[in-house]
């Protein structure tokens, strides 16, 4: 009997809970020629999504290239990538894709080579004097679009940890892609990112080069609604009794984050599968703590690298669920000087990705970015 519980890679269409309207958005997308970003905390669910509806769309007769921006160690290979699969997808007949390639990527100087073996295409592209790495991904983007105007089925392209591509770049890298992208007619794109503020800033400001290049969608978490039915499952189908606060404890300890619900949903299935008891809620927190004491040294580097007010910011939204940090009595009872020291203390926070804000009605959240490390922190940390 295998764990029903999976983390750590992305899923596929026929195993996600819930996010059927964010599948459809980003099919839609991909078929449609259209333009979406897609933004979301990190472990959310986001490349998930991405995988279920190209698999939705593939199946359907679209081409889509997708591609995680932090697999390739520089834009040039990233480039090269597109260039080759381009070359496979849209070329018609191998003897015929080189001609093709040139036609398309001239600019670029392609050299294509194909392995009869693995049936695929790999390519070297040669920057122009000047042209920057960016710039010359738009090349490789604009050649796709003109391969594309002459494909009778729908081409996209997806681009994860999208945030990558600009990083560097900063504000001209900006601008190139988004001259690029702008001017394709024929290829449909979805970006995807998890630095939430710095997606969400920078297709959200006027002044960047990516405001409303297209539109956004943000991930949530999955609802409880949708989550409580699969966990309760999951339990149920290898025959383990499960409390009702059994599967709402692992929501709140997971902070419905699916990735740690997963994880903790895991190890509970493991362990009742072991000593064959029931799943109570008892179970459930024991299990968290033992999750904890096993990335013990994890947490205890992320701990060590922090300055003390920033510690002591982090106990604070640990312990005090993420709001109301700047109160006079909160910054005392943490021992902080003034307010703004705790401001300047979480905004460290977030910047090292370990706390990160949540938006609900008007009003900002912190919450950690692991739940589990709020576990450590209780099993290990004197809370004041
Ligand atoms: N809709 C879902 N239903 C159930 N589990 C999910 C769902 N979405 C994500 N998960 C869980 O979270 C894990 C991570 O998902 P995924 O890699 O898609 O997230 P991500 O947002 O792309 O993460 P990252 O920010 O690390 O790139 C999955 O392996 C799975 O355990
Ligand atoms: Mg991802």
Do not use: C
């Amino acid at each position: 009997m295998t764990n029903p519980f999976e983390y750590g890679r992305e899923l596929s269409g026929a195993e996600i809970v819930d996010r059927t309207d964010e599948v459809d958005r980003v099919a839609r997308t991909l078929t449609d020629g259209g333009r979406l970003f897609l933004i979301g905390p990190r472990r959310f669910g986001k490349t998930s999504i991405l995988r279920a509806a190209t698999e939705r769309v593939r199946a359907e007769g679209a081409v889509v290239l997708r591609y995680n921006a932090e697999a390739y160690p520089t834009l040039t290979t990233l480039a090269e990538r597109v260039v080759s699969d381009a070359a496979k997808a849209l070329t018609g007949p191998v003897r015929k894709a080189g001609k093709r390639v040139q036609e398309a990527f001239g600019a670029l100087r392609p050299q294509l080579s194909y392995d009869p073996l693995s049936d695929t295409f790999s390519a070297s592209l040669t920057a122009a004097k000047g042209q920057t790495e960016p710039a010359l991904l738009s090349d490789a983007l604009g050649g796709l679009d003109r391969l594309a105007a002459t494909s009778s089925k729908p081409v996209a392209v997806v681009i994860d940890e999208f945030q990558r591509v600009v990083e560097d770049g900063g504000v001209a890298a900006e601008g190139q892609v988004r001259a690029a992208v702008q001017s394709h007619d024929h290829v449909g794109y979805v970006f995807a990112g998890s630095k939430t503020r710095m997606l969400a800033e920078m297709t959200g400001d006027e002044g960047r080069p990516f405001y409303r290049l297209g539109a956004r969608l943000f991930v949530g978490p999955v609802p409880r609604d949708d989550f409580r039915p699969f966990i309760r499952a999951g339990f149920e189908d290898a025959g383990f009794d499960v409390e009702d606060a059994a599967v709402e404890a692992v929501l709140d300890l997971a902070e419905d984050v699916p990735y740690n619900v997963q994880r903790l949903a895991r190890d509970v299935w493991a362990e009742a599968r072991a000593d064959g008891t029931a799943v109570t809620a008892e179970r459930v927190r024991a299990t968290l703590e033992q999750l904890a004491r096993r990335d013990d040294p994890f947490y205890t580097q992320t701990w060590n690298g922090l300055s003390a007010t920033q510690k002591k910011a982090l106990l604070a939204v640990a312990a005090e669920g993420g709001t109301g940090l700047y109160a006079g009595a909160v910054v005392r009872a943490y021992d902080l000087a003034s307010p703004s020291t705790m401001r300047t203390a979480v905004k460290a926070l977030v910047k090292a990705g370990v706390a990160r804000e949540q938006e609900t009605q008007g009003a900002v959240r912190y919450r950690l970015e692991d739940p589990f490390f709020a576990a450590w922190l209780r099993l290990f940390i004197a809370v004041p």
